[in-house]
C-alpha cells in the first residue's frame, strides 16, 4: 500500500468540484499537491484558502488541452516539488445539443479537453515516473463513457476513450511499476448539475440512481485516494454510480 505522506500529485480541473474534493482529500493525507486549472480565478482562490492549512499547496494555470501548456506544468511540477507520483487526469467539460446540430469546433473542444488532455496528462507524468521507478495515474471518466445518452455524443465518446486509454496504458507500463486506473462516477452535485440548474430534470436524474441521490465529490475523492494508494490495482474503471449502471 503505498502512503500518500510526502508523494507529489497534479490534479487537474482541481479548482472546482471533483478536482478540488480530490485536492482536499490528498492534501489530508499528507500529500504535495498541485492544483491545474485554467480557471486562475477559482484557483488562486483554493490555493489561498487551503494555504492556511497545508504548506505543500500550488496553483497551476494550464489547459490541458494544450500539449505544450501540460509539459509545462509537470516539468514545473517538478522543479517545484522535486518529483511526481500521481495525476489525477481529472479536467472535463461536456456539451449537450444534438449531434446533428453539432459544429465542428464544438465537438473537437470535448475532445480535446476530456480525451487528448488524458494522454498529455499521462504521457508527460509517465517520463517522470520512468526516471523514479513508478507511479500512479488516474483519469476521471463516466458512466456515459459506457452506455449511451442522447445529446451528449462528444462527451460520452471522450470518455470511452478514456478507458480505452486506461487500459492501454496500464498494460504498457505495469512492468514500470506505473499503475493507470480511472473513476467513472454517475451524477455528482456540482456546479452544473444541481437541482437548482437542472430544474425538473433533476428529479429524474435522482431516479436513474438507484441509491436515490446524486453523488457527492468527496465519494469520487475518495475513489482516487483508493486508486492512488493500492499498489495492486491497475487497468480498471471504477465505478462510483449509486448503481445507476448495474440496472
Ligand atoms: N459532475 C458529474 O455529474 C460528473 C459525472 C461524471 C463525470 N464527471 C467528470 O468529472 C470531472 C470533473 O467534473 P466536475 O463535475 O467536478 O465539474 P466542474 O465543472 O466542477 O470542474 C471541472 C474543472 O475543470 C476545469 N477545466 C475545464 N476545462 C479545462 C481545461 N481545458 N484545462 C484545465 N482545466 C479545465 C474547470 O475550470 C473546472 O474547475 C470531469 O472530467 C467530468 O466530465 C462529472
Given at each position: 500500500?503505498?502512503?500518500?505522506?510526502?508523494?507529489?500529485?497534479?490534479?487537474?480541473?482541481?479548482?472546482?468540484?471533483?478536482?478540488?474534493?480530490?485536492?482536499?482529500?490528498?492534501?489530508?493525507?499528507?500529500?504535495?499537491?498541485?492544483?491545474?486549472?485554467?480557471?486562475?480565478?477559482?484557483?488562486?482562490?483554493?490555493?489561498?484558502?487551503?494555504?492556511?492549512?497545508?504548506?505543500?499547496?500550488?496553483?497551476?494555470?494550464?489547459?490541458?488541452?494544450?500539449?505544450?501548456?501540460?509539459?509545462?506544468?509537470?516539468?514545473?511540477?517538478?522543479?517545484?516539488?522535486?518529483?511526481l507520483d500521481v495525476i489525477f487526469n481529472n479536467a472535463g467539460i461536456g456539451v449537450q445539443k444534438p449531434s446533428h446540430e453539432l459544429t465542428d469546433e464544438e465537438y473537437k473542444r470535448v475532445i480535446s479537453i476530456n480525451q487528448d488532455g488524458v494522454f498529455y496528462g499521462a504521457k508527460y507524468a509517465i517520463r517522470e515516473m520512468l526516471k523514479t521507478g513508478g507511479g500512479s495515474i488516474i483519469s476521471t471518466s463516466s458512466i456515459l463513457g459506457s452506455v449511451g445518452e442522447p445529446t451528449s455524443m462528444p462527451y460520452a465518446a471522450s470518455k470511452g476513450a478514456v478507458n480505452q486509454i486506461t487500459k492501454s496504458l496500464a498494460l504498457e507500463y505495469a512492468d514500470r511499476n506505473i499503475r493507470v486506473n480511472a473513476i467513472a462516477p454517475g451524477f455528482i452535485e456540482s456546479g452544473m448539475v444541481n437541482k437548482e440548474a437542472l430544474g425538473d430534470f433533476y428529479d429524474g436524474l435522482v431516479a436513474k440512481h438507484p441509491l436515490g441521490r446524486l453523488g457527492r465529490p468527496e465519494e469520487i475523492a475518495h475513489a482516487a485516494v483508493f486508486l492512488a494508494e493500492n499498489d495492486f490495482v491497475t487497468g480498471t474503471t471504477i465505478l462510483v454510480d449509486g448503481g445507476y449502471l448495474a440496472q
Open positions: 500500500m503505498t502512503n500518500l505522506q510526502g508523494k507529489v500529485a497534479i490534479i487537474t480541473g482541481g479548482a472546482s468540484g471533483i478536482g478540488l474534493a480530490t485536492v482536499k482529500a490528498f492534501l489530508e493525507k499528507g500529500a504535495k499537491v498541485v492544483i491545474a486549472d485554467y480557471n486562475e480565478e477559482h484557483g488562486k482562490a483554493a490555493e489561498q484558502e487551503l494555504k492556511q492549512t497545508y504548506s505543500d499547496v500550488l496553483f497551476h494555470k494550464v489547459n490541458v488541452a494544450e500539449e505544450q501548456q501540460v509539459e509545462r506544468l509537470v516539468a514545473e511540477t517538478v522543479k517545484h516539488f522535486g518529483k
